[in-house]
T-cell receptor, first 115, second 114 residues
């Protein structure tokens, strides 16, 4: 596709509910990232895939957070038993190659509100 | 570990005035440095990036930034602010040793007064 596509754009979840956020990266991009952006803060790294391999998940805040990219393209970020502190914008990004100097392109984010 | 510090969470300038947004980084290896802009309810858009070529980097919308190793800085400037520049600006650092993931600063909100 032309850009990184995320869905849903907006999600309201009741506390304790499970949510799944989808990311469709730019076609052919090897690297995929998930970030969490709390209100008024900079994005914080959650996890990184190179193709289908999850190479870094050091930023996932708890074992309630799980990400996958089974075929090396679309990715899903799943949050189990949501808590109010999970309310944030979840940004997905992709990069053509695996090196840091290449541009990372961001989607418009999935806005999660836990009530 | 890498980190980025953006000095000033909020900067206000008059239309036509110089824009200066400050960013200092910490990195144990030669870094890649980026500036992104975020408009309300939108994702991040790349303004410019430094990848060890020229130290003065020109980006979109008239912005530029200069990499100064001695000062560990990568400040963003624009000679003349426009109303449409009002947005949140993020400085970020990355390196290949960590998969090239971006580490962001806290952001600087730029307001432009008419």
């Amino acid at each position: 596709g032309a850009g990184v596509s995320q869905s849903p754009r907006y999600k309201v979840a009741k506390r304790g509910q499970d949510v799944a956020l989808r990311c469709d990266p730019i076609s052919g991009h090897v690297s995929l990232f998930w970030y969490q952006q709390a209100l008024g803060q900079g994005p914080e790294f959650l996890t990184y895939f190179q193709n289908e391999a999850q190479l870094d998940k050091s930023g996932l805040p708890s074992d309630r957070f799980f990400a996958e990219r089974p075929e090396g393209s679309v990715s899903t970020l799943k949050i189990q038993r949501t808590q109010q502190e999970d309310s944030a914008v979840y940004l997905c990004a992709s990069r053509q190659y695996g090196t840091g100097g290449n541009t990372i392109y961001f989607g418009e984010g999935s806005w999660l509100t836990v009530v | 570990a890498q980190s980025v510090t953006q000095l000033g969470s909020h900067v206000s300038v008059s239309e036509g005035a110089l824009v200066l947004l400050r960013c200092n980084y910490s990195s144990s290896v030669p870094p890649y440095l980026f500036w992104y802009v975020q408009y309300p309810n939108q994702g991040l858009q790349l303004l410019l990036k430094y990848t060890s070529a020229a130290t003065l980097v020109k980006g979109i919308n008239g912005f530029e930034a200069e990499f100064k190793k001695s000062e560990t800085s990568f400040h963003l400037t624009k000679p003349s602010a426009h109303m449409s520049d009002a947005a949140e600006y993020f400085c970020a650092v990355s390196d290949d040793n960590q998969g090239g993931k971006l580490i962001f600063g806290q952001g600087t909100e730029l307001s432009v007064k008419p």
